[in-house]
């Protein structure tokens, strides 16, 4: 067991900010890393230290491994907390910061890796007991091969990436006569998209919803579960809304899946913060999709529920030492709603990079706003376009929404175009207000607006 007493952050934006304020609530000094355009961010501005790591580009700094490993000699650090995307998933900068006696804030780089192969992920799930979806128990081998298989599946069908996830490299197949030119631009794209073109084929689910488990465990075999997540409000596999609980689980379904993602997780010796990602169907069945091995975006609405500080147990565990509560101890309390609001504009989702020129923060009772824009703060053009979380806390989903009208309604960002207005539009949404929505909920909603006379009409853009 020993203590942190320098980490350094190996991202950028609000989540860079958000790991330096639990930095500050432990007492352990903060090292950032930045690229050129990232000088005049509050990362940089609110860490102990801050070290320069390349150009503007994503693969000139933040993912440039012998940048970052060469900040974290130089500063003298103990310990590297990746955030989300970027380096957070890659076994091999896992396995790098391990060969450089540096602890990655994570879990083992194995189980990284392990996560990371889908195939591989299915199978080990499958042994622990989790429900995975009908489909390929290995890589797919021919055409012939996959064909005879999705027959047997029966269709619709769902032709994915191995090395996929996040939606990247799908096909959605509903008749025998698709599946030959399905297969094909899946793997041509898988190629290209990433190191493997493997391909594996599952049970197409219907209108599911995204229900994910949050999970912490430490490196002695314990592991709890915060509660579930409902993420089904998405928009090309970019999350835009995110709430907890979910409406659609009961008190029976919430503790079934919560048991199942804790055996998936002691199944492969995980350890740190991560997140089981279940599809549920209408039936209220539900199926392991994919485990993410990091923190992620939408982990303050666990926070507002639970009164946990994810980072803080993903530093302790890291430490070497063991959770401090059991399941019994997690609470839950009222519901929290988190908007992503993202340079963008709000019909088009083109990015909005540029100056921020006005700027206005909402706050007042059960409001957390995790960003790192200012007034007069340039988004840069070279990052994902997320430049601010906008999360509510309230006793009830009803009163949440309430909430959060109120608190879009005084944030101002001008300068740049934002989903703001998106946000205003969907919480006023019939089927959202009633929590009566799927993944398809996005595009069903851009339908009835369209019919309605568009987003102008109705008080949003
Ligand atoms: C599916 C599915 C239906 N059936 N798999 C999308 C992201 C990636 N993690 C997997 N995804 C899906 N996998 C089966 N077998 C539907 C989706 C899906 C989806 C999932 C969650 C949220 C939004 C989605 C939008 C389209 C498709």
């Known amino acids: 067991m020993r203590r942190f007493r320098k980490i350094l952050i190996a991202n950028r934006g609000e989540i860079a900010c958000r790991i330096i304020w639990t930095c500050k609530e432990m007492g352990i000094s903060t090292v950032a890393v930045h690229s050129t355009a990232d000088r005049d961010s509050l990362h940089v501005r609110f860490a102990d230290e801050a070290v320069c ?67 591989e992920a299915r199978r080990a799930m499958k042994e622990a007991g989790v429900p995975i979806l009908p489909g390929s128990p290995d890589p797919l081998k021919s055409e ?52 493997s073109a ?8 219907e209108n599911p919803r995204h229900v994910e488990i949050q999970v912490l465990a430490d490196e002695h075999g314990h592991c709890i579960h915060l509660g579930e997540r409902d993420c089904s409000i998405q928009r090309r596999h970019q999350k835009i809304i995110e709430e907890a609980p979910s409406p659609a689980l009961t008190p029976e379904l919430r503790e079934r899946m919560g048991a199942t ?5 002691r199944r492969v010796g995980y350890s740190s913060a991560g997140t089981v990602e279940f599809l549920l169907d209408e039936d209220g069945q539900f199926y392991f999709m994919e485990m993410n091995t990091r923190i992620q975006v939408e982990h303050p609405v666990t926070e507002m529920i639970t009164l946990a500080d994810i980072v803080r147990n993903q530093i302790l565990v890291a430490e070497g030492k063991p959770l401090w509560y059991k399941q019994e101890d997690v609470l839950f309390v009222g519901h929290s709603i988190e908007c992503r609001i993202n340079a963008e504009d709000p019909q088009t989702f083109a990015p909005s990079p540029g100056l921020i020129t006005a700027y206005n923060a909402p706050g007042g009772p059960g409001v957390r706003l995790d960003t790192a824009a200012y007034p007069g703060y340039v988004v840069p053009p070279y990052y994902d376009s997320l430049i601010a979380k ?16 109120r608190a879009l309604e005084v944030m101002v960002v001008e300068g740049i175009k934002t989903t703001i207005p998106l946000h205003q539009g969907v919480m006023e949404d019939p089927y959202f207000r009633a929590g009566e929505y799927s993944t398809r909920f996005m595009e069903q909603f851009f339908e009835r607006r369209k019919i309605q006379g568009g987003l102008a009409a109705s008080g949003g853009a």
């Open 261 to 265: 993602a804790v055996a998936a997780c």
């Open 144 to 195: 012939d091969e996959a064909r005879a298989l999705a027959r047997e599946i029966g269709y619709p069908v769902i032709i994915k990436a191995a090395a996929g996830g996040g939606g990247r490299g799908m096909r959605i197949v509903r008749t025998e006569e698709e599946f030959g030119h399905a297969m094909q631009t899946a793997a041509t794209e898988a190629a290209a998209s990433f190191r």
């Open 53 to 119: 790591i390349g150009g503007p580009t994503s693969s000139q700094s933040y993912l440039n491994i012998p940048s970052v490993i060469a900040a974290a000699e130089i500063t003298n650090v103990d310990a590297i907390h990746p955030g989300y995307g970027f380096l957070a998933e890659s076994s091999y900068f896992a396995e790098i910061c391990e060969a450089c006696n540096i602890k990655f804030i994570g879990p083992r780089p194995d189980v990284i890796r392990l996560m990371g192969d889908k195939v």
């Open 198 to 205: 493997d391909l594996y084929v599952e049970k197409f689910v």
């Open 390 to 405: 906008l999360v509510v806390h309230a006793r009830t989903r009803e009163v949440a929404i309430a909430r959060m009208r």
